[in-house]
């Protein structure tokens, strides 16, 4: 993975107390990971970075919204985005070690990346389910297609409907109810 120089922290230079950094990715960050399945976005990062001459504190502070696809209608639908995060950065570690919120770095470390984070706190933000009308932005699934859909699902199980409640799937939960 190609570090994005502009997601270094360089520490080495710091005094010790509060530093406030501000750190923006947009479409270009996520395209570097094919597998977030990320449309569009940009997520605005702040970091409060504590620096003593110990360790390092990191909190995180991040909004922004990204574009996904939805898994029930196939359509893109803004999902809000919104995670804080914090992790302690040992500076007199022995060697390189990330054990969840806890970074080591050995004593001759000068800086961090902090891209691979952000994407990963970004994602484990996002919700599980991809579909427009969970994603709390108060978009609708495309109508259009779901009648599309329900009409090819009602055709692959040729069971022609006659209202609304004929789709197999609930009849099917209904006769379990029943048997019980
Ligand atoms: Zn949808």
Known sequence: MERDRNLVVKFSGLKDGLHQLEFAVDIKFFESYPQSEIC?????????????????????NATGAVTLECDRCIGQFQCPVKWERKMVVNLHADEFADDDDLISLPESAVDLYIGQYIYEFTMLSLPARKVCDEAGSGQQCDPEVIEKLVQVEHKQEENPSDDGESDPRWQALKNIKFEN
Request: proline share 5%; hydrophobic share 50%; net charge negative.
């Open 40 to 60: 569009d976005g940009s997520v605005l990062v702040l970091l409060n970075l504590t620096k003593s001459p110990q360790m390092l504190v990191l909190e995180f």
